[in-house]
């Protein structure tokens, strides 16, 4: 393989385990290695942990944000902007679009920060864990309203749920089945709330209360008993369906675009056999996340799947931001940058309803092409920042350039991008406008940059450009 | 001197979430009622009575009012069989009257086709909010998405206005139908054309608008505000959608539903008032609904998911009244502990199709159906 492909494979490596990087970045991982950089992501252990009291210290609000509007998530975005392991990181985002929980109804932010504080800890280990730590969620107790599921008043809504969208997906269960679910998890609960006045939130804790629990005879997917709820939950890891929902999963986050999850009981995947490799490896390893994740990021059908995905939302500012640099800081303004991600359609901690978003094309509107487009020509263009400069700098290192090497040079120092040939001849006549790029005599720096920006904002306006 | 006749409109109001049937329009005199719902019945006291058998919601003055005027119809016991009491495929379902298979075009993207075939105006269809709603969905049939209406451009961050139009100019190409493989990239390409000019028309309409009406600062108000302010622009939009939500009241349903229908008819009521200062009214009817009412009986603090439903139609074109039937809640006659439809969802939307569009419905709704006939 050439340079050129390693540096485009690797560029695809982290735009998927994480948010992009670099050119800088691709080259020092290059000759560190693929495999090598694929055990480096999933080993996040090793990589020195985000500072977040270095944001607390100097945006002390982001500290246990109660119900500041649209900005809860503010630290999450820090973790996101500043970490080290940025696939650790990516998890948070994969495991949040599973177990939508959102402020709209839980209304007390530092619940579901908790429930992605878990996410970094525990997302790459094993999914019963995962999934326990979900069902013991204040947050999702809440949410999903077990605190009101008693013996003898039975609220089905995280029975269900826990079967549709979390684990076996419909038609692989019956409504009597969804009815035992939820005796099974009455008792799990909440402690007793303090009240909130005068002193604020007080956080919230899981309960199990005997005295509320039914114990009488269940029958649940054919296992009769007293089953409680973690009967429910070994049960349901046991049902291949459970392997096939994370693996489609894992497929349309990390692969390529999918259908969305309600019409999987009757769309088959795109990909059947790497489906069957990842299901394969589910079961076989009790369900590691960690080693089904080695599985996929070498695999061939990763690897070949380059830019088979629409960026969601969260890809978009974060992978620009990383790129572009200067938001590192915590700086004032965390919290508006926060709320940038929901103006593109993917409000972090307040997902649509309890299905979380839907991905692909559907990320894409007449409405979120404009706030995304906006968003991208708006951070190319500032010079200010590190990543731009950086840029700006590669290009002059070049010297004077053609308009072909001009728009070539951008392409590859901005991905490298893949970009069909008739775009590319478009921005080709946007170089040769100003004939080739020289710096210094005629018009002088300023006036290069101008173009230099110009080309870029056209580039990250290309719906190439939409693509991770 | 005669005046043309106005192109007929019509707003959908989604109830995201499965409003409850039983406590929006309520059996008040059946004692059953308030056996089934010890803990969310609304006390017969506070029932806004529209006849000796049922009344509304206490926080649906607003709704009274356009009962009395002859202006809302209420239509009983609305569903399909077989609820699967989910709300994403109940909600597939009422969006792209598929029960049986998973459909991916909507119903009201077949109406935009037809009532816009060469695809002359982009704002045919303006859906509220940051994604689009299933129903308006049909390949190639542009929906202009717009969350906010006052900042809604494209590259509207760069100031000097002439570099900003040879952007443009260029991006325009960039995403024309001469570029572009496969799928996803014509959609892409599309969705980015019908952008820019949506933006274009859609920018005169908050600039133009002034109305003695004060809409209420909460996320309905201002997205009914918007479409009354693009409907008085006369841009030729026909069909708008808006939602409002989460009326998933499975627990602590009191409050939260006062508030939600409170919101509603409050906003309803605005609505209707500023088209009407506006003269603007007479051609735009409503139609108010959500993907499945809720159980019968309550669990303590909320209720789960249902089946039959109730939907609304407003507007000075409608006929006031009540139709279809409330179904039984006698519990011999539940299922599943919920009331079942009697009136196939796919009737109410051919009427609004055949009687108020004016298109065919039966190739949009698959089917004939049993349609109530709520327009005068």
Known sequence: ?468 | MTTMPKDPVLVVLQMTGGNDYLNTVVPYSDGMYYDYRPTVGIAEKDVIPIDDKVGLHPKLGSFKEMYDKNDLAIIHGVGYANSPRSHFRSMDIWHTCEPDTLGTEGWLGKVVRELDPNKENVVTAVSMGPSMFRALSMPGVPVACVDNLDSYGLMTNIQERQQRERLLERYKRLYGPAIGTGPVMDFLGQTGLNALAGADMLKVAPQQYKSNVEYAENSIGRKLRSVAQIHLADLGTRVFYVDQGSYDSHSNQAGMHDKLLGDMSRGVQDFFDDLREHDAADNVIMLVFSEFGRRTYDNGSGTDHGAAGAVFMLGDAVKGGQYSEYPSIKREDLEQGDPVPNLDFRGVYSTIIEDWIGLDATPIVGGTFEKPRFLN
């Open chain 1, 1 to 468: 393989m050439s340079h050129k492909d390693d540096i485009a494979l690797m560029a695809h490596l982290m735009r998927r385990a994480g948010f992009g990087a670099r050119r800088e970045e691709l080259e020092e991982r290059v000759k560190y290695g693929y495999e090598a950089t694929v055990e480096e992501l999933l080993t996040p252990e090793q990589q020195p942990a985000v500072d977040i009291y270095d944001l607390y210290r100097y945006q002390p609000w982001t500290w246990k944000p109660g119900t500041v509007y649209g900005m809860g998530h503010a630290p999450w975005v820090y973790h996101l902007l500043n970490t080290k392991a940025p696939l650790q990181e990516k998890m948070t985002v994969f495991w949040h679009g599973i177990f939508a929980t959102g402020v709209s109804k839980v209304d007390h932010w530092d619940e579901i920060m908790d429930m992605i504080d878990t996410f970094r800890d525990n997302g790459m280990g094993k999914f019963h864990e995962i999934v326990m730590s979900v069902a013991k969620s204040p947050a999702m107790l809440y949410w999903l309203d077990n605190n009101e599921n008693f013996n003898g008043r039975i609220n089905e809504n995280w029975g269900r749920e826990l079967l549709e969208l979390f684990t076996i997906g419909v038609t692989n269960y019956t409504e009597t089945d969804v009815y035992e679910c939820s005796r099974a998890f009455t008792g799990w609960t909440l402690a007793a709330k303090l009240p909130r006045f005068p002193m604020g939130r007080f956080d919230w804790e899981f309960e199990y209360l005997d005295e509320i629990h039914d114990h009488s005879e269940k029958n649940f997917l054919g296992h009769v008993g007293d089953l409680n709820g973690d009967n429910i939950v070994n049960i349901v890891l046991q049902q291949p369906a459970t392997a096939r929902f994370i693996a489609r999963h894992l497929y349309n986050f990390f692969v390529a675009d999918e259908a969305q999850v309600p019409a999987w009981s009757v769309t088959p995947p795109r990909d059947r056999d790497a489906i069957d490799q990842i299901v394969e490896k589910l079961y076989t390893s009790d369900y590691d996340i960690r080693e089904t994740l080695r599985l996929v990021l070498n695999s061939d059908f990763f690897k070949k799947a380059r830019f088979a995905k629409v960026k969601s939302p969260v890809e978009v500012m974060i992978g620009t931001l990383r790129f572009v640099g200067g938001s590192e800081l915590p700086a004032p303004g965390i919290g508006n940058l926060s709320r940038q991600v929901a103006y593109m359609g993917q409000e972090l901690l307040n997902p649509p309803s309890v299905e979380g978003w839907h991905t692909g094309p559907e990320w894409i509107n007449s409405g979120s092409i404009m706030s995304r487009t906006n968003y991208f020509t708006d951070m190319i263009s500032d010079t200010e920042r590190p990543g731009v400069k950086a840029l700006i700098d590669a290009l002059q290192e070049k010297g004077t350039l053609s308009a072909d090497d001009f728009v070539d040079t951008c392409l590859d120092l901005l991905g490298p991008l893949d970009v069909e040939a008739a775009p590319r001849q478009e921005l080709v006549d946007l170089a040769n406008e100003g004939g080739p790029l020289t710096w210094g005599t005629n018009g002088g720096y300023d006036s290069t940059v101008a173009r230099i920006t110009e080309m870029l904002q056209l580039i990250v306006s290309l719906r190439d450009y939409q693509f991770a």
